[in-house]
């Protein structure tokens, strides 16, 4: 019965926000509720895989959701990033789901991260972080790999190794993407921390656990998406560069 009334009450409260954009005759009222609209369908349906897989609780189906979503995560990482080349995308998800699975590894001190339960929160909160902070990251390193190519060339031509000529590509990328989204993050764990260690508590977690779970899974996500973004700069380096380390046409694509 109480599921019943909070489901009307969801549906009030929606039309209710819908409403003031209408009384307003704002010109955001349609995409508000084409906004709304999605918000609902979108959260039902994952909500609705949420809570079959919390049932079930199968290792295997388990292990299939990680998948799918990072194969999202990774597909959102690409398109932001403006990476059109396929043939990086099986490095991207393949250092995604490494990364997401370093991040996951030290919740096992709270408790069996594999159980559905954890599995999903836990992972979505370390693929958002990858999400956010990876495209920009991306981006600026490839930019400037390009763009500084004369630099590039000049260490390896010098017998730099390849891992030290590309440092000052990815300190720039760090340096543009890290910092930025960081700052903004922090702002938002203002509101964000305290609601993810409310659910905790709510779930019966003892206080000090539910500090040390917030604070242990926003370090696991920065440390995921440190891993990811070293992953990502190696594994590509067969499709940007030849054997003998100059760019290809595929790094200025």
Request: glycine share 6%; hydrophobic share 60%.
């Amino acid at each position: 019965m109480n599921l019943t009334i909070s489901i009307i009450l969801t549906i009030v409260m929606a039309a209710l926000a819908i409403s003031f954009f209408y009384l307003l005759q704002a010109k955001s009222a349609r995409r508000a509720t084409i906004a709304t609209v999605r918000l609902i369908v979108q959260t039902s349906l994952v909500g609705g895989c949420a809570y079959g897989l919390m049932i079930i609780d199968n290792i295997l189906l388990n292990l299939l959701w990680l998948i799918l979503t990072t194969l999202f995560a990774a597909w959102y990482v690409m398109m932001r990033a403006r990476l059109n080349r396929r043939s990086m995308f099986v490095a991207v998800l393949g250092a995604m789901l490494a990364a997401v699975v370093v991040g996951m590894l030290p919740m096992y001190s709270i408790g069996r991260v594999h159980h559905a339960a954890l599995l999903i929160p836990v992972a979505g909160i370390l693929q958002c972080e990858m999400a956010v902070v990876l495209p920009r990251a991306l981006k600026e390193y490839y930019v400037a790999l390009v763009r500084f190519s004369d630099t590039y060339y000049y260490l390896l031509g010098n017998g730099t190794t390849w891992t030290k000529a590309v440092v000052p590509m990815l300190r720039r990328a760090v340096d543009r993407s890290f910092l930025p989204a960081y700052r903004k993050f922090s702002r938002a764990a203002l509101v964000g921390l305290p609601l993810l260690m409310g659910g905790l508590l709510l779930a019966g977690t003892p206080l000090l656990t539910a500090v040390v779970a917030t604070l242990l899974l926003t370090f696991s996500g920065l440390v995921a998406t440190i891993v990811a973004l070293l992953l990502i700069v190696v594994a590509s380096r067969q499709v940007v560069t030849d054997k003998r380390g100059h760019l290809t046409d595929k790094a200025r694509s």
